[in-house]
């Protein structure tokens, strides 16, 4: 990089444009996986270079200056690889790495950021690259400054341009669209100003009244546009980071300036890209996208050959001036700095220095042969990326898969759509099925088969990124060698290592520096492996959750890590938990509304369907008979169940825009004559409505995840004061029926509104919004039930009873104790 040497080189130097990558994803299940391979995510192989490297020569060709890499885990082998790689050599300045070692979100990494004052201009903007901090796209990315300054321009409180790709009509079918890309935007046609953002799947989207009737505003809505984790910030982004502490991810970010718009007046605008390639790598489906795309072409000029070309035969040891050399202790790294050319030929396959590739074989498209790999006859390859010192038996088949370097597959083997990590031994008639990842050191005995989604690991203890993840990193230091021991006490044990030069078994056990465990019926009696089974995780240390009365303090954390963590590692949407004993604890309150949201998404779906199986029931027996009293029951319980979550909208909405409670009461009994329910239905419905509207998901995520939080937050806004319209105190048949309808859903819902019974109850009589003499009266009732046999009680419900009774107890004390003060 060429110093400015004119007269306005001061003014040059201000003007320099930077880049600020998060080279992590957050994703506990993507690090979990990543834990037990030789690599961060970001250093992954793409045809012989690492994923990390495109990201860089984008930059690089976009005119950028400067490069800040904000580093968790894996800091030791990101700062070994820049530091041995080219770009320390021919741009010894470019590149600088801050090692965020306690983070745990994009918003800490950013607020460690802007401690170590790397951006004190507050005219220098800056990219930010989120979200394992990869972005490949053969487009040129420094006319967003220029674009965001013309939006500073117009608009003085513009903080951040937001950049997205626009995808396809069928964004499902898009091969670059995962579950968790998914985003819907509202903004300005004209100036592209953002109004509303959302990450949250919805099928019902609506746009405030207000917004309609802003003077010179036409509004457009983006519907899953393709997300490229990309956005250009004005400094004043880490500010706002560092002075809210719950702005964990980006949608908190953008969801807290928007939400916060009139007091604070910051803006937020986006940016659209018509054409080009554009693909953020932060999840296993799209790292294996990536590799098959550049092997296509579709990133040229950014393509394999001409990557290599550009990194020049070094010594593994580049001098820097400025930093003391690092020795590259693990071959993984050593790979990246051995340059040998890339020959591309006919059907885009590729081939890396000297090979042995049979004349038997057949070499079909897309393939990439890495350096000393060993095709043998009868292997057919397409659309796979085979690395270095490899051997592929004979009679293989491997198809749409990643294999890494050092892995022996034998003959007769069927691998599909799966990534093997480097030093794996595959045997004889192994069939692997999609989207499995074999990490590490793992063996595949004979004759096995595994089906797919499984990911398979060789070692009892997390790999870690590295024993030295918790060092500092100093360029002025000289970095310690990988067998360090920590500072503190929580030391992680080493993974199991397997020699380059030989897979046998005597080898194996040889190197082991740790005591493994092995499922035989998994990988075979001549394996080595087990399946990695996820649980409830953060950062490698696993998670207890015990039942108290103070864990208010922690719930929202929890809730941002649950944001964070609702994608598995292939980008896949995690279903809810179904059918599965939970503790009595505040923590399954969660899960149960994620239970009771799928059950009331399926309810109506479920009925409709029960009532069409009646109708063709009731024709098959006698086509001249009129429609049944149960089909005409199904479509009144229908109705009464569409009404019910018409009222749920309504109420959601009125909390979330924090409507008037007058204009709400107008809203509700407009809804009466859309729908046929009886006036006892209506009530019914609202008493429902104002219960089972906690447990609704952008009710229940935003705020405490108890069910009694966010009851009690709904009650003191909005849901009492509907509940005293319509069941007012003094008539006895109104209270009554709102006891017997809490009381059902109480019993239908034990966990977690029966099991709060008495926090409701005293909430009710403290606001009053239900009367002593009615829930005595009630409950005096419903006590003569069970004892004529007339009402059973049974197991499950104990727990709700037990708690109705201890407050009425309460409550005839408390009767009692007056009387006696009045005596």
Same mark, same amino acid.
């Given at each position: ?533 996820? $649980? =409830?995780?953060? &950062? +490698?240390?696993? @998670?207890?959750?015990? !039942?108290? /009365?103070?864990?208010? %303090?922690? *719930? ?60 063709? $029931? =009731?024709?098959? &027996? +006698?086509?001249? @008979?009129?429609?049944? !009293?149960? /089909?005409?029951?199904? %479509?009144? *319980? ?186």
């Amino acid at each position: 990089m060429v110093k400015p040497t004119s007269i306005n080189a001061d003014h040059l130097a201000e003007e320099r444009l930077t880049c600020v990558l998060v080279l992590d994803t957050f994703n506990i299940y993507t690090n979990e996986i990543v834990s037990h391979t030789s690599l961060p995510l970001c250093l992954w192989p793409v045809d012989g270079r690492p994923l990390l490297d495109y990201t860089i020569h984008t930059l690089v060709r976009s005119g950028v200056q400067e490069i800040i890499l904000l580093t968790r885990s894996h800091s030791y082998e990101i700062h070994s690889y820049i530091t041995n790689s080219e770009w320390s050599r021919i741009y010894p300045k470019l590149i600088k790495l801050v090692s965020c070692k306690e983070a745990r979100s994009l918003g800490d990494c950013l607020k460690d950021l802007e401690q170590e004052h790397l951006i004190n201009d507050k005219n220098q903007d800056f990219l930010l690259l989120y979200g394992n901090g990869t972005l490949l796209t053969n487009a040129k990315l420094n006319n967003l400054f220029t674009i965001h300054k013309e939006n500073v321009r117009k608009d003085k409180n513009c903080i951040m341009t937001l950049v997205y790709r626009q995808l396809d009509s069928n964004y499902i079918e898009h091969p670059s669209y995962t579950d968790d890309q998914y985003s819907y935007i509202m903004r300005d046609a004209n100036t592209h100003r953002l109004y509303d953002y959302s990450k949250e799947y919805s099928d019902l989207y609506e746009i405030p009244l207000d917004l309609l009737e802003k003077p010179n505003v036409t509004i457009e809505t983006l519907y899953c546009p393709l997300d490229c984790h990309l956005a250009v910030c004005s400094p004043d982004v880490l500010h706002i980071f560092k002075d809210n502490f719950d702005f964990f991810t980006m949608h908190d970010f953008v969801k807290g300036v928007l939400r916060d718009e009139e007091v604070a007046g910051q803006t937020i605008y986006s940016y659209l890209y018509e054409k080009g390639y554009f693909l953020p790598v932060h999840n296993l489906r799209l790292y294996m996208k990536a590799t098959f795309d550049i092997l296509r072409r579709w990133l040229h000029p950014l393509v394999p050959e001409t990557i290599g070309a550009k990194h020049s035969p070094t010594s593994s040891i580049v001098a820097n001036p400025s930093s003391s050399p690092l020795k590259l202790s693990d071959s993984y790294l050593s790979i990246y700095n051995q340059w040998y050319r890339i020959t591309y030929d006919r059907h885009n396959i590729y081939k890396q220095g000297d090979i042995q590739l049979d004349r038997l074989s057949n070499i079909q498209q897309d393939v990439f042969i890495g350096y000393k790999s060993q095709i043998l006859s009868g292997v057919c390859l397409r659309s796979s990326l085979i690395g270095q010192n490899c051997t592929i038996g004979k009679n293989t088949k491997i198809e749409n898969s990643i294999i890494w370097n050092h892995v022996q597959i034998g003959e007769n083997c069927l691998i599909k759509n799966s990534i093997i990590c480097d030093n794996v031994l595959i045997r004889n008639n192994v069939q692997i099925d999609q989207q499995c990842i074999l990490c590490k050191n793992v063996i595949i005995g004979t004759n096995v088969h595994l089906n797919e989604r499984m990911t398979i690991i060789a070692s009892n203890s997390v790999a870690s990124a590295s024993v030295v993840d918790e060092i500092e990193i100093d360029d002025d230091t000289p970095m310690p060698s990988k067998n360090v021991k920590r500072s503190n006490s929580k030391q992680r044990s080493s993974s199991t290592r397997l020699s380059e030069k030989s897979f046998s078994e005597k080898s194996v056990s040889s190197s082991t520096e740790e005591t493994v465990t092995s499922n035989s019926d998994l990988v075979g009696a001549d394996g080595l492996g087990r399946e990695l089974i996820f $649980t =409830s995780t953060y &950062d +490698d240390q696993t @998670k207890t959750f015990e !039942p108290t /009365d103070d864990d208010d %303090d922690d *719930e929202d954390d929890d809730n941002d890590k649950n944001e964070l963590n609702a994608f598995d590692a292939w980008g896949y949407r995690i279903k809810p938990i179904e059918n599965k004993d939970i503790s009595h604890d505040d923590d399954g309150d969660e899960i149960k509304s994620k239970q009771y949201r799928q059950s009331m998404s399926k309810r109506t779906t479920d009925q409709s369907t029960d009532s069409q199986t009646g109708d063709e $029931t =009731s024709e098959t &027996d +006698d086509d001249n @008979k009129d429609s049944s !009293p149960d /089909d005409n029951s199904s %479509d009144e *319980e229908n109705e009464i169940s569409e009404f019910q979550q018409e009222v749920i909208r309504t109420l959601e909405r009125a909390y979330l825009q924090k409507l008037n409670i007058e204009n709400i009461i107008v809203e509700l009994n407009m809804l009466k004559p859309t729908y046929a329910v009886s006036p006892t239905e209506f009530d019914q419905s609202i008493v429902h409505a104002v219960f089972l509207l906690p447990l609704e998901r952008k009710i229940a995520n935003p705020e405490k995840t108890t069910y009694w939080n966010t009851l009690k937050l709904t009650l003191d806004q909005i849901s009492q004061f509907i509940i005293k319209n319509y069941m007012k105190i003094t008539n006895e048949g109104e209270q009554v029926l709102l006891l017997n309808e809490l009381d059902l859903i109480c019993l239908k819902y034990i966990q977690p509104i029966g099991e709060r019974i008495l926090n409701i109850l005293n909430y009710l009589y403290e606001n009053d919004v239900v009367s002593e003499q009615w829930i005595l009266l009630w409950y005096r009732n419903k006590q003569e039930k069970i004892k004529t046999n007339q009402l059973e009680v049974k197991p499950g419900e104990k727990v709700y009873y037990d708690k109705l009774q201890q407050f009425v107890e309460w409550l005839q004390n408390a009767e009692s104790e007056d009387d006696d003060d009045e005596d």
